[in-house]
């Protein structure tokens, strides 16, 4: 019994782990997407000045 209950504990930590770093690699993606986005418009604008 308490080997299952080391067992799910256990999974559940990886689960939890894997959550964080997948919402790490989401907000690293929107933020390195918006800041390409900012700088490719910024470009455009000097540009056309």
Not at 2 to 25: E, L
Request: hydrophobic share 25%; glycine share 6%; proline share 0%.
């Amino acid at each position: 019994m308490n080997q299952n209950n080391y067992k799910y504990q256990t999974n559940s930590r990886v689960g939890n782990i894997r959550s964080a770093i997948g919402t790490t690699i989401e907000s690293l993606n929107d933020y390195i997407s918006n800041n390409i986005g900012n700088s490719v418009v910024d470009k455009n604008i000097e540009q056309t000045d």
